[in-house]
C-alpha cells in the first residue's frame, strides 16, 4: 500500500491506495497526527509523492470550495455486509444535502438499524470520498463525528458546502463549544433507495 500527504487550504489530508483503488482518507489534520493516523492503521505504507494527482486537485479545490465531487475508484474489500451497503448508501448523498442516520437505516432495509448506521459512519475508511459529515440526527441535531478534530470539523465541511444552518442553538453537554444546527437542507430519501435498486 502507498500513501500522500496532501497539502490543503485546511491542513494537511492523507489518503492510502493499494493498486489504483482509494481504501482510505484521512481528514486535514496537522501532517504529523495524519501520518501517525495513517501508519497506525496501515503500517507497511510507504510515501508517494505522485499518488492518484487527479484525486489530489479534486481534494483540494473541494476545500476551496470549488469541487463537489470526487472522481476515483474506491476499494470496500474490506468492509462486508451490512457496513459496505451503509457506506454505499452514504456515498449518495449529493454534495451540500444531509441524510438522517435513520434514511441510510431505511435505505439498506434495515429501519431499526439507527445505531448500527451510526457505528458505521464513526468507523468510516473514506471519509469526505464517503460523506459521513452529510449524515445529521432525525432531530436535526448534528450528530456525531469521529475525526480527529470533532464535530466542529463536521460543521465546517457542511458549511463549506453550503448547508442552510439557519439558527444555531448551543448544546449543553459539548464542551468544545460548536455550535449546532436546528435545520438542515435534506435530501429525498427516495434518492438514496432509488439507487440502491
Known sequence: MRYKLLSTAWGVFGYVVRDRSLVATFLPDEKLTV??????????????????PGFADDVRAYFLGARTRFHVTIDLSLCAGF????????????????????DLA???????????????????????????????????????????RGPAQKLALLQLEGVALGATSRRSDEGSGYEEPRRHRRVNPSVILAARS
Open 106 to 148: 431505511r435505505a439498506v432495509g434495515n429501519p431499526a438499524a439507527v445505531r448500527a448506521v451510526g457505528g458505521t459512519m464513526a468507523m468510516n475508511p473514506l471519509p469526505l470520498v464517503i460523506p459521513c459529515h452529510r449524515v445529521v440526527s432525525s432531530n436535526g441535531g448534528l450528530g456525531g463525528f469521529s475525526s480527529s
Open 35 to 52: 501520518e501517525r493516523r495513517i501508519h497506525d492503521t496501515f503500517p507497511a505504507a510507504v510515501v508517494v509523492d505522485d499518488l492518484l
Open 83 to 102: 457496513r459496505r451497503l451503509v457506506l454505499e448508501a452514504c456515498r449518495r448523498i449529493p454534495y451540500g444535502k444531509t441524510a438522517s442516520y435513520a
